[in-house]
Structures are given as structure tokens and as C-alpha cells.
């Protein structure tokens, strides 16, 4: 399996910015961003296919979060604008079997240890 590192949270402003990064240590496939607020389950953020070509979002990050990746340097990335205090959570990354996986939790089978994620009101 993939090793996974995630990098980036930290505390913000309602309305500020942050970039998460998910370094792997090898070649990946399709990727995934997903979150856990305290209390509650984890749920899927967004997810991009190997090629970079699709992309899906949640519906509460939908035009306020962009996935990307760099296969080159075997990274994802998470531009996070416009947040809210509903977006604190610990993020994860993951990386899927096949190529792309869109939300289906189960195919993504190598998941990072997560960074944190907190904005303020």
C-alpha cells in the first residue's frame, strides 16, 4: 500500500484560505480528500481521478474547494476558500485501487494520518 502524508491544516478565519497537500509515497491512482468533525462520521470532501481529468465535490464544498494533483511529484492538493466554521474537521487523504472512485468510500484503500483543520468566527 501507498504511505500517505497530509500537510497544510491549521487555523483560520471564517473566510480565509488553506492549501492541504497529501504527499505519497509512490504512484497513485484515483484520490480522495475526506473530513471528520468531532462527533460526527467521516464524510467524503472530494475526489480526483489519475489523469486529473474529473472531479467530484460534496455539496457543501462545491465552488469553494478545488482537488488537483502534480503526478510528477506523486502529490493531491485541497485549495480550501471561503471557510467556515462548518469546515473544521481533521482532513484525509486516500488513495484508490482503480482510477477513479468518486465518493465509494470502500475503493479507497490507503488513507493518511490526516492534518487539522480549524476555522474561527
Known amino acids: 500500500q501507498v504511505q500517505l502524508v497530509e500537510s497544510g491544516g491549521g487555523l483560520v478565519h471564517t473566510g480565509g484560505s488553506l492549501r492541504l497537500s497529501c504527499a505519497a509515497s509512490g504512484r497513485t491512482l484515483g484520490m480522495g480528500w475526506f473530513r471528520q468533525a468531532p462527533g460526527k462520521e467521516r464524510e467524503f470532501v472530494a475526489a480526483?481521478?489519475?489523469?486529473?481529468?474529473?472531479?467530484l465535490y460534496s455539496d457543501s464544498v462545491k465552488g469553494r474547494f478545488t482537488i488537483s494533483r502534480d503526478n510528477a511529484k506523486n502529490t493531491v492538493y485541497l485549495e480550501m476558500n471561503s471557510l467556515k466554521p462548518e469546515d473544521t474537521a481533521v482532513y484525509y487523504c486516500a488513495a484508490a485501487t482503480v482510477l477513479y472512485a468518486g465518493a465509494n468510500t470502500g475503493a479507497y484503500k490507503s488513507w493518511g494520518q490526516g492534518t487539522q483543520v480549524t476555522v474561527s468566527s
Open positions: 480526483i481521478s489519475w489523469s486529473g481529468g474529473t472531479a
